[in-house]
């Protein structure tokens, strides 16, 4: 079979869109080497800056005076038939059989953690093994040692399927950077906007670097220090007040500028940024599988910058038909004031910038949860450098991995006027956050410039927030002697922060119709710790409604309320989940609708809601009510206005099974959720 990619457009996101067409000569071409790879940017770029052949064969260009870039992989050791595909398990059927059919693919390898295993995930085991006869691929589970050596014995090109469906993410990222590491062509087939794309590995994980000097020195910097880790006394350093190059463990390097603008230039600049800059909060999106998930950014941001997202460049992707999402923001153009910030943190930081992303933290409820500037155009490679105006907010930092047996935590108090750069290689070993702070009350503003290497794509700042499907016994583990409870409420609080840091008992609660367990109800807060909610990075909680398919399922596994032998009414009639705060917006996960105030809709099996918790729920635990019992009664009339479906196309089969399957969803509890203490 011979299949071809042939680049033809920019995704809404910036990915490129590749086009099949002949594959055994674009993986002939590509695999070799990457700088054999047809490259976008050198079409694109201005006189004297690095091209992709040029960072692929680790030269930096002396013309533009960039420092020379380590190209990701090793190219000398690639073979034309190592080819993999990484894949997540978002693909649909018809995807995946669709992959596996134009280029070849003759191995499919799940390296899926073992958790996600379940009855309730997309892809079984059972549903891999029927797809891969099917289609004649051989299935493998990674049994080996390790991935390279399980890659050895596959045939290729070989799939690589995963659970994230961004190739940024996590384990996705990392294993296939390991594979690209060997000498593996590595291909990213992701499936946007109804269609399937294929971003070469070091398409998506390249940056030309735009460190000029690397890394600053007191020639730039006056008084500036340098201290190597470990250094024990690093917070009174961050003090001081005085600007330091902290050369970190894993060769990072942030440089610290407490006064890089004196008071009056801070107050200034603070100023005509509130007078010129438009701030928006978008609602980002997410993409869970095949549902898409809704938050509103907790902040207000802006860009300004003259390559990305101007009104005339963004109006014309539109037009040639690209939905772009409401967190893409149009860019203010440069202006004098910009320009200024542009050319002083260049100056600082001995880097390049093509973007200045502003935001502005109203107040101390306003965050950034823990994350890695990764978004595209970006990577590891990207120098970037942040200002801070206004009220002093703690810019936390955490290594991705444990040093010496812990994660290292520094946290720089950015205050009016201060400046820091992170240095190349960065992103790709630290984490950073601004996380909320309810003791402050005034606004903060942040800047942060950045050097996207993209040709004319669209900037837009990473988004982090997962929202994993679990199995129900799964969900009853937070919930502490409750499982054995049919129907259960489980609110989690999420985002990459509370994630990593919080046992799954101390995000989670469960719990059943508060009426018939009033001591559990009581037990929330003890349930979700203060820390979760204080770590929340994206101000949201989840609830995943639990329910049994049929009332029959339940009744005979006995359930029992707390409070005695009482069975539930199970025939008592579906639950509608009702907006009853017109502060926050409260997002049902699985057709992404938001309620607005009074308005409601069943609850079905699978469902989620994100409440957006903000000032209206302040104050001790309070009730939000947000689902009450209705008196209809399951069977066509009363069939749910949205069946939850695999597919989001109203008629198509799918949609019609999938609502035969959840005619007896039912959740029996009336839902309530509370606020757990701060
Ligand atoms: O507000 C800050 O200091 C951090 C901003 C940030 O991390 C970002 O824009 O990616
Ligand atoms: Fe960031």
């Not at 029927?130 to 990674?142: D, P």
């Not at 735009?210 to 220090?225: R, S």
């Not at 029959?552 to 579906?574: C, D, E, F, I, L």
């Not at 109203?650 to 005619?663: L, V």
């Amino acid at each position: 079979m011979k299949t071809n990619y042939q680049r033809t457009q920019h995704g809404p996101h910036g990915f490129e869109v590749f086009r099949q067409r002949e594959f055994t000569s674009f993986a002939a071409e590509s695999s070799g080497a990457p700088s054999r790879m047809p490259n976008r940017w050198s079409r694109e770029r201005s006189k004297g800056e690095t091209t992709a052949a040029a960072v692929a064969a680790g030269k930096g260009s002396e013309e533009g005076g960039r420092s020379s870039f380590q190209p990701v992989g090793d190219s000398k050791s690639a073979q034309p038939h190592r080819v993999a595909f990484t894949v997540g398990q978002n693909l649909v059927e018809a995807q995946m059989l669709q992959l596996f059919a134009s280029h070849g693919v003759q191995a499919l390898l799940d390296l899926r953690p073992k958790m996600l295993f379940s009855s309730r995930h997309p892809w079984t085991r059972r549903d891999l093994a029927r797809l891969c006869s099917v289609a004649g691929v051989q299935l493998e589970r990674r049994g080996e040692p390790s991935l390279l050596a399980a890659l050895r014995f596959s045939k290729p090109p070989t799939a690589l399927l995963f659970a994230e469906s961004d190739p940024r993410n996590a384990w996705r990222r990392e294993l296939s950077d390991e594979v690209f590491r060997a000498g593996w062509q590595v291909l990213h087939v992701t499936a946007k906007f109804g269609e399937l794309m294929v971003t070469p590995h070091q398409e998506l994980f390249s940056h030309a670097g735009n460190a000029i000097t690397w890394p600053p020195t007191a020639a730039a910097v006056p008084e500036l220090q340098k201290l190597q880790w470990p250094c024990s006394d690093i917070h009174s350093r961050l003090a001081e007040g005085r600007p330091y190059l902290f050369v970190l463990p894993w060769d990072t390097e942030l440089l610290w500028c407490p006064r890089w603008l004196d008071l009056p230039e801070a107050d200034r600049l603070l100023r005509t940024i509130q007078e010129e800059v438009v701030f928006q909060q978008p609602v980002l999106r997410f993409s869970r599988g095949l549902r898409t998930i809704e938050a509103q950014q907790p902040r207000r941001s802006a860009w300004v910058s003259d390559q990305f997202n101007s009104r005339e460049h963004l109006a014309r992707l539109q037009a040639e038909g690209h939905a772009l999402a409401e967190a893409v923001l149009e860019a203010h153009p440069l202006e004098a004031w910009s320009k200024a910030v542009f050319a002083r943190a260049e100056a600082t930081s001995s880097c390049q910038f093509n973007a200045l992303l502003l935001h502005s933290y109203d107040h101390g409820g306003h965050s950034m949860g823990f994350h890695s500037d990764s978004d595209l155009g970006l990577g590891d490679a990207a120098a970037i450098a942040s200002f801070s105006l206004g009220a002093t907010r703690t810019f936390s930092l955490r290594s991705q991995v444990p040093w010496n047996g812990r994660r290292i935590e520094i946290q720089v108090p950015m205050h009016h006027g201060s400046f820091l750069a992170m240095g190349p290689g960065f992103q790709g070993r630290w984490l950073h956050a601004v996380l909320k702070e309810p003791d402050v009350a005034e606004l903060r503003v942040n800047g942060t410039l950045r050097f996207y290497d993209l040709p004319q794509g669209v900037a837009q700042a990473a988004v982090k927030l997962r929202c994993h499907r679990r199995p129900v016994k799964d969900m009853a583990q937070g919930s502490k002697g409750l499982s054995k409870a049919g129907p259960i409420l489980v609110l989690e609080a999420m985002g990459p922060g509370v994630k990593t840091q919080l046992p799954v008992d101390s995000r989670r609660l469960a719990f059943t119709a508060p009426e018939e367990s009033p001591e559990l109800f009581r037990q929330c807060g003890k349930v979700l710790r203060p820390e979760a909610l204080s770590t929340l990075s994206r101000q949201h909680i989840e609830a995943a409604a639990i329910l049994g398919k049929t009332p029959q399922a339940y009744s005979m596994t006995g359930v029992r309320t707390s409070q005695g032998n009482k069975a539930y009414n199970w025939t008592s009639g579906w639950t509608m989940v009702e907006n009853s705060c017109d502060v926050n917006p409260v997002h049902v996960i699985a057709n992404v609708e938001v309620l607005t105030k009074g308005e409601q809709r069943h609850l079905l099996d699978g469902d989620r809601l994100v409440l957006n918790l903000g000032q209206a729920c302040e104050g001790p635990p309070r009730t939000l009510e947000l689902t009450k019992m209705t008196s209809e009664q399951g069977g066509s009339s009363s069939r749910p206005r949205y069946p939850h479906s695999r597919s989001s196309k109203p008629g198509s089969d799918a949609a019609e099974s999938s609502a035969k399957d959840h005619t007896g969803a039912q959740l029996l509890c009336q839902v309530r959720v509370v606020r757990a203490p701060v």
